[in-house]
T-cell receptor, first 112, second 115 residues
Framework: DAGVIQSPRHEVTEMGQEVTLRCKPISGHNSLFWYRQTMMRGLELLIY????????DSGMPEDRFSAKMPNASFSTLKIQPSEPRDSAVYFC??????????FGSGTRLTVV | KQEVTQIPAALSVPEGENLVLNCSFT??????LQWFRQDPGKGLTSLLL?????REQTSGRLNASLDKSSGRSTLYIAASQPGDSATYLC??????????????FGKGMKLTVNP
């Protein structure tokens, strides 16, 4: 398996623009998680899905953030409009319950 | 609310030392515990997963133990090498009321092994 695949690896955008991050989980994993990592706050859970259904989105910072999982093999995290304080590394992870988590390589987002 | 703590935040040692990395958590009702490694600018790489029925796991020079009653996990690195330099993160895996899992991370410990 190729692991958890995220795209793009790097994204630089101007403030106010829409940003879409993408994730393909490991086939057969039933849970998917979006995390954000910054130097100040470390790793923060944004939202997670179980069997494609959003379970807990309490970590989503504002209404500007939204996430979808239309099927078991794809998820998106969208920021609209983006702001400089959204600059961070965004990680996607998937798990097969009870067998640990696998993380993607992350998307480094810079909003200027 | 589950909190995971890793102390110290950074450690610098000479090559060859045996190391002990500590992780503590506030709620003993964790499901599993997982240790990760993160190299600068990279993603998280899973090192060891200790499942609820286990007390320890070993992989090569790494050994991780879990004591739920005391709220502690330890990652032991034998004969450290410069290539072990990275940030090590401990994560408590919780089972939510809805039956799904949730991961709570410590802030990590940055390890530097000097040649």
């Amino acid at each position: 398996d190729a692991g958890v695949i995220q795209s793009p690896r790097h994204e630089v955008t101007e403030m106010g623009q829409e940003v879409t991050l993408r994730c393909k989980p490991i086939s057969g994993h039933n849970s998917l998680f979006w995390y954000r990592q910054t130097m100040m706050r470390g790793l923060e859970l944004l939202i997670y899905f179980n069997n494609n259904v959003p379970i807990d989105d309490s970590g989503m910072p504002e209404d500007r953030f939204s996430a979808k999982m239309p099927n078991a093999s794809f998820s998106t995290l969208k920021i609209q409009p983006s702001e400089p304080r959204d600059s961070a590394v965004y990680f996607c992870a998937s798990s097969d319950q009870g067998y640990g988590y696998t993380f993607g390589s992350g998307t480094r987002l810079t909003v200027v | 609310k589950q909190e995971v703590t890793q102390i110290p935040a950074a450690l610098s040692v000479p090559e060859g030392e045996n190391l002990v990395l500590n992780c503590s958590f506030t709620d003993s009702a964790i499901y599993n515990l997982q240790w990760f490694r993160q190299d600068p600018g990279k993603g998280l790489t899973s090192l060891l997963l200790i499942q609820s029925s286990q007390r320890e796991q070993t992989s090569g020079r790494l050994n991780a133990s879990l004591d739920k009653s005391s709220g502690r996990s330890t990652l032991y690195i034998a004969a450290s090498q410069p290539g072990d330099s990275a940030t090590y993160l401990c994560a408590a895996i919780l089972m939510t009321q809805g039956g799904s899992e949730k991961l709570v991370f410590g802030k990590g410990m940055k390890l530097t092994v000097n040649p």
